[in-house]
């Protein structure tokens, strides 16, 4: 399997779900 | 003057060095990820040693050092800031998400400042040339210092959220 890390575009798209994924942590660590 | 430098000035004169070094830091992040990287297997072989022996110690230099003074003065402002250890911990129990936010993106800095110090340095060294390194483990240090600069530039987008949506009333 290609690692995704090795495309670019899949580093930006992934940064951008983990962006998601940390902005859900933030909502449910501070409530 | 007494009344112009004042402690909120030196708070804000330690954010605008710490945004300066990011600039830095962040900005050659992403002229390695986007622009070298991707181009140097179209550039004819005759001119790789231009990019490889002069232009990539030199934006390592500048690669490196931003990425110091950026977690310099970012400790420095947190600390000023008097949130530091709170934001270490996340906030957590605090039930502030500006808090949390911070302590996030403190927390995606420090492994990227981990990986350039600890993995992309290092790396970068043996393929340079600056440390003595065979054939195999050349290629193998070159393959994990670019793999951990991908990293970087991943997690630059939610370190980056992080660090904006903290001071910008987003939460």
């Known amino acids: ?31 | 003057m007494n009344e112009i430098v004042t402690f909120a000035w030196w708070v804000f004169a330690f954010r605008w060095f710490h945004v300066l070094s990011a600039i830095m830091w962040i900005g050659l992040l992403w002229y390695f990820n986007f622009v070298q990287t991707p181009t140097m297997p179209k550039i004819p072989a005759e001119l790789k040693p231009g990019v490889g022996k002069f232009i990539l110690p030199e934006a390592l230099f500048w690669f490196r050092w931003g990425a110091m003074s950026t977690i310099v003065t970012g400790i420095i402002l947190g600390w000023m800031n008097g949130y530091i250890g709170e934001a270490l911990k996340l906030g957590i129990g605090d039930h502030s998400a500006n808090l949390t936010a911070i302590g996030f993106g403190i927390w995606l800095g420090a492994i990227m400042w981990f990986n350039v110090w600890f993995i992309i340095w290092p790396g970068q060294k043996k393929n340079l040339g600056l440390v003595p390194a065979g054939d195999d483990e050349k290629k193998r240090a070159t393959r994990i210092a670019g793999l951990a600069s991908r990293i970087n530039t991943m997690l630059s987008i939610p370190m980056l959220y992080c660090m904006l949506s903290a001071s910008h009333g987003v939460f």
């Open chain 1, 1 to 31: 399997m290609k690692n995704p890390l090795d495309s670019l575009g899949q580093t930006v798209l992934l940064g951008f779900i983990l962006t998601a994924v940390v902005v859900v942590l933030i909502h449910v660590i501070s409530a």
